[in-house]
């Protein structure tokens, strides 16, 4: 098969199957691509024979995930009502029967933050990114702990706003905050017993941290949904006009937050897009839906895209470790061929992307989401226990309670990045094994 | 404070039902997501699973992670021998024990040790193994340059990369043991 061919059909089937896949809540892009890769692992020869069409399958996937990952973010995520002045732009207009025009919004985001990496950012990434990567090397460690600190003191008391002064008043300013510090002391502390001791089996080293993050952030997500009697509001297809100065504004925000956490080890999109929220003074809440999608995608594509800039190879992100154990990328060629894979999945999954959504919203709204979600919490209980063992069920169970943390008392469940963010910042800056010895763990 | 009794209203279940969670059932003051009325003591009335689910989160994880640790603490890393690796054990903590077919590298930059390499021979096979950084210079200020002929018990990260190609990176400066010097140590 020639590379166009492959290139082509790569991206295709990616972009279908995550049209197919990704609007099932708490399907992650790496889960699936490990799967993907298993399987094709076990095809004799695919490698050797068709190099690129892994590459631009995986790339169509990703973009795929970042385009229709939306749909459950937003449509199956109800939140209490009582809980609506702290919950996101996209809830909020589910809640007003937005929900549609959300999607749109955020699907907008993403087109922008391609067109911001195929056109600006990879063309000049191989002339600039290996001597900023030189650069910075020495000062990662300490700016993944400003990073840290940044994330753990910018978090804002969600009570003790009303009633009568005293220390019940302060208590209850507290009870947020604590409740946050303790989410990502607690999923540091299980990062640090995966990283050295973890209770696995060998042969699923390979996908050591799914267990936890299922449970961290999948499992509380549709485990408050069954136990919750939210109802999805009915939803309108009519759509907002968005400016194109929030569209671009939005769009600048989340590629910068994207960028910077694709190029930092251990940061992820999340904390990305909240930097990047803080430093561009984001208030509208349009801004922020397409601020979040540019930032998804900018992340995403972005680390799978650092491995293959000639000179520079760095691997970051579960895709470009995926990638790096079957695949070593060839220069220019191979380069440019997963920037046009990532053109050609861009432009069929924003077509296929309002459809999609139409679909979807008709399905949902004035339902509970407690059907589908029973059905994906048996789905991804049974994906662990499969691939990782009663272990991987135990570490699961454990994530969640740690994940549930922040969902009950209100704090950010960003707090549970804890679990890569700490012992990674350790490593880093030479301690980790000390703590570990500390811990007893080696 | 006494907590204030419910109003009769808003004991029957249709009122529950129809009522808004985010105000007080008492006072009818809006009082989002706590669970007492910080203004009137009366209790929010929301669904007791949520409460329960709160303490139970909490519990879970400290139970689960109590068990993890134990767990750990009570694992030795898995003992793996060369031609055992394959690309599902990326990033596995392993323990592997094995000769060294030649002298190892030490690379300096300066006056600091900025990498170790040797290649580590079982009965199966053959792996590289590496440390970096204060690790390396912390290895060889405890065991010195490893020689051809030691035997080496050896705990690290194995890392897969492309063509299945594989090697063991040290992050332990304690786990790297010589066994017994090979014929060329003095």
């Known amino acids: 098969m020639s590379d166009i061919l492959q290139v082509v059909c790569g991206s295709v089937a990616g972009t279908l199957l995550a049209a197919a896949l990704f609007w099932v809540p708490a399907l992650h892009v790496y889960n699936v691509a490990a799967l993907a890769f298993l399987g094709l692992g076990r095809m004799d020869g695919v490698y050797e024979a068709m190099p690129l069409l892994p590459v631009a399958g995986l790339t169509g996937l990703i973009i795929g995930f970042a385009l229709f990952n939306t749909l459950p973010a937003i449509l199956l995520a109800v939140p209490d009502e009582s809980a609506f002045f ?30 911001f990496l195929v056109l600006i950012a990879a063309p000049l990434a191989p002339w600039v990114l290996p001597a900023a990567a030189r650069v910075l090397r020495p000062h990662l460690h300490w700016m993944v702990w400003a990073v840290i600190c940044f994330m753990l003191l910018s978090e804002w008391p969600k009570g003790g706003t009303r009633g009568q002064g005293g220390w019940i008043k302060l208590g209850r300013a507290w009870r947020s905050l604590l409740a946050g510090l303790a989410t990502f002391l607690l999923a540091g502390l299980l990062g640090f017993l995966l990283f050295y001791r973890s209770p696995l089996p060998v042969a699923a080293s390979w996908q050591s941290m799914m267990p936890a993050f299922v449970g961290l952030f999948a499992v509380p997500w549709l485990l408050t949904n069954v136990i919750g009697r939210a109802v999805i509001p009915p939803q309108t297809l009519v759509v907002d006009r968005l400016s194109v100065v929030t569209w671009l504004r939005g769009g600048a925000a989340g590629a910068m937050g994207g960028a910077f956490a694709a190029f930092m080890p251990a940061v992820t999109g999340g904390v990305g897009g909240m930097l990047a929220g803080h430093a561009t003074s984001q208030r509208d809440p349009r801004e922020f839906l397409v601020a979040q999608g540019a930032c998804k995608l900018v992340y995403y594509a972005g680390a ?40 050609i999945s861009g432009a069929l999954g924003l077509w296929i992307l309002p459809p999609v959504a139409r679909l979807a919203v008709r399905m949902l709204a004035g339902r509970q989401c407690r059907g589908v979600s029973w059905c994906c919490l048996l789905l991804v209980t049974g994906l662990v226990g499969a691939l990782t063992g009663w272990a991987g069920l135990l570490v699961m169970a454990t994530a969640s309670g740690i994940g549930l943390i922040p969902v009950l008392f209100h704090s950010r469940r960003m707090n549970c990045l804890g679990i890569i963010l700490l012992p990674i910042a350790c490593r880093m800056s030479g301690c980790g094994h000390v703590l570990a010895a500390w811990l007893r763990l080696v | 404070m006494q907590r204030n009794t419910m109003t009769e209203a808003h004991k029957t279940k249709g009122a529950a039902v129809d009522r808004n969670p985010a105000q007080c059932p008492s006072c009818e003051r809006f009082i989002g997501t706590d669970a007492v009325c910080p203004y009137c003591d009366a209790d929010s009335m929301r669904a007791p699973t949520w409460r329960v689910l709160r303490w139970g989160a909490g519990l879970l994880a400290l139970i689960g992670l109590g068990f993890l640790y134990l767990m750990a603490r009570h694992r030795e890393p898995p003992r793996v021998q060369a031609g055992e690796v394959g690309s599902g054990m990326n990033f596995a903590y392993v323990c592997m024990q094995g000769t060294l077919p030649r002298d190892a590298r030490v690379s300096v930059r300066g006056a600091e040790v900025e990498k170790l390499t040797f290649v580590l021979e079982d009965d199966t096979g053959s792996i590289p193994v590496s440390a970096y950084g204060k690790t390396a210079a912390a290895v060889v200020a405890r065991v010195g340059t490893p020689a051809r002929g030691d035997r080496i018990l050896v705990s690290g990260n194995l890392r897969v990369g492309p063509n299945e190609r594989v090697r063991l990176v040290v992050e332990v400066p304690a786990h790297v043991r010589i066994l017994r010097r090979g014929d060329s140590a003095p």
């Open chain 1, 304 to 343: 799978l895209l650092l491995f293959l800039v000639p000179g520079l190879h760095l691997t970051r992100g579960g895709g470009a470790w995926l990638l790096r154990v079957r695949y070593a990328a060839h220069g220019f060629h191979d380069y440019f061929a997963v920037l046009a894979a990532a053109g």
């Open chain 1, 86 to 115: 702290t919950v996101l732009p996209g809830q909020r207009a589910l809640m007003r029967g937005r929900g549609y025009a959300a999607i749109l919004s955020s699907s907008l985001g993403v087109m922008l933050g391609l067109l």
